[in-house]
């Protein structure tokens, strides 16, 4: 079952993925590999006190995951790829000069069937607070043009995903958002949860993705099969940064 983890830079899939794999917190996701000890010491920079980012001259950077996730009665492995995908990648000359790592990038993605896209929040649904710079946001326009490449690279790239989880990572910093709260109305209890997957989806998509339903019509409407469907994660909360692999885990063959 193979999944690509993918988003561009800064979005946080390093952070996520650490957090993923941090022992002391799992309910129902598990990384079984890499070891969190290997990838703290990959990814951690100690000194900076922050995830190392990929290198300016490493566009893409290739790390797998193997991820457990425990249903009621049943346990699901999930194979990850990770890809980080800035912005340069999209364009033809840079798929020109670096033939190898595209291809490699584009059979990965034609063989998963699974994707967790991992996107920012926009500037103007971010908390005006002291502390936070809303300048180091990209506007709601750059963000929703920025899903133009997304739907061709799904429509084009992925002829066999049946499912996209589209995470909007940083919910701690979205205005009207107590993080607490909304894992509670949207934690995933295998008897007894508050919201089912579309109840969910409904929920995060009306909030936050209304400027990308074309997109995401255009998405479902063209691809028989596929599902899209809308979440929100914080490195700062544990039920919410597991609830797209657990979605994945549940639904995909
Ligand atoms: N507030 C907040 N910051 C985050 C979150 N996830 C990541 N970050 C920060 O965003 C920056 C980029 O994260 P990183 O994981 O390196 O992004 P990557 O390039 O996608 O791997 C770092 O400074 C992280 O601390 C989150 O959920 N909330
Ligand atoms: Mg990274």
Redesign the pocket.
Known sequence: MGVIYI?????????????LANPSSNNYVKVLSPPYSQLKAL?WDDVAG?????SGDQATYNETLEIEVFLSTRRKTIYTDWI?TPGEIWRASWQKNNPDKWANFVETAHSSQGVIL?VPPYREIIRQDMGINSDDFITQQQWVRRFDNWVDFFRYKCPNVKHIALCL?????LQGIDLKQEAQKLAFHPHSSRMNWNQRNDYIFKRFFRPVRSHIAQLNQYTSGLTVRCFI?????RDL?ELPWIYLGIYLK
């Open positions: 988003g561009d830079r800064e979005t946080g899939k390093t952070s996520l993925a650490l957090e990814l922050r995830t190392r980012g990929t980080d991992v990572n940083k919910a701690d910093l994660t914080s490195i700062y909360n940064l």
